[in-house]
């Protein structure tokens, strides 16, 4: 094992310690967002299904891959139209959201109520997620 993947496995192992399900701080031009391992990966999830499925607003989505290109350690949503401009990046190994741009807000006001409430409605098999 490298070094990259086992400082990504304690990175890990640390969200699953967290007390708090979600804690927000604002940043210095964003929003930063800390979440325990199991929430975080609900929310990975239904962030990647809730951008995949905007056509009418211009979404780009890019993944990002460690330096031995095995592990994807960010994922990268960028909205912007003529009214917002925000970009989302949710750090894989450290179960952590940071929301940049301008329109900061609207991901908090808009996006994130849907997004919450996918997790709500997740399933895993018949079974509610908690």
Do not use: P, W
Request: glycine fraction near 4%; include cysteine; proline fraction near 0%.
């Amino acid at each position: 094992m490298g070094d990259n993947q086992r400082r990504a496995l304690i990175n890990k192992l640390e969200a699953t310690k967290r007390e708090a399900h979600l804690e927000f701080k604002t940043t210095g031009g964003g929003l930063a967002i800390n979440v325990d391992a199991a929430t975080f990966e609900l929310i990975r999830q239904a962030t990647a299904i809730y951008y995949s499925e905007m056509t009418e607003e211009n979404i780009s989505i890019q993944e990002e891959k460690d330096k031995s290109n095995n592990i994807i350690v960010q994922h990268s949503y960028k909205y912007s139209n003529n009214d917002y401009c925000y970009t989302v990046n949710s750090y894989n190994t450290k179960s952590k959201i940071l929301v940049n741009g301008k329109d900061k807000n609207r991901f908090v006001d808009v996006d994130f109520i849907e997004i919450r409430q996918m997790t709500h409605n997740a399933k895993c098999g018949n079974s509610k997620v908690n």
